[in-house]
């Protein structure tokens, strides 16, 4: 059964970068479509980014408006994770910050996935920029 462990959050200024870490075990993440999302106090989860499979998609990738040209998503299946490089980081993009995953049997695009798709759960990193 597939296990995700987030890393890599911390506290950082306005303007910022960080590299947040989901590493599975157990299976090949390349077998699954990977969210990351977050959740800021009172607000609702959100969808951040996401990566179909390269083994039954092609790993294309997705950003939400707020995160485009800051955020960037990828794989690296020799140590079975993905990472989300954020760089320019404003005070709101403070939140706790999950990555999800699901099995990807067809090809398709990554944002066809909703939240409810994603089945398997990191347990959450706190990413906190300052002003």
């Known amino acids: 059964q597939l296990q995700l462990v987030e890393s890599g959050g911390g506290l950082v200024q306005s303007g910022g970068s960080l590299r947040l870490s989901c590493v599975a075990s157990?299976?090949?993440?390349?077998?699954?479509?990977v969210g990351w999302f977050r959740q800021a106090p009172g607000m609702e989860r959100e969808r951040v980014s996401c990566?179909?499979?390269?083994?039954?998609?092609?790993?294309?990738?997705d950003y939400a408006d707020s995160v485009k040209g800051r955020f960037t998503i990828v794989r690296d299946n020799a140590k079975n994770t993905v990472y989300l490089q954020m760089s320019s980081l404003k005070p709101e993009d403070t939140a706790i910050y999950y990555c999800?995953?699901?099995?990807?049997?067809?090809?398709?695009?990554?944002?066809?996935?909703?939240?409810?798709?994603?089945?398997?759960w990191g347990q959450g990193t706190q990413v906190t920029v300052s002003s």
């Open positions: 157990r299976v090949p993440l390349d077998w699954y479509a």
């Open positions: 990566i179909s499979s390269n083994d039954t998609g092609d790993g294309d990738t």
């Open positions: 999800a995953a699901t099995l990807q049997t067809r090809d398709y695009y990554c944002s066809a996935y909703m939240e409810y798709n994603y089945d398997t």
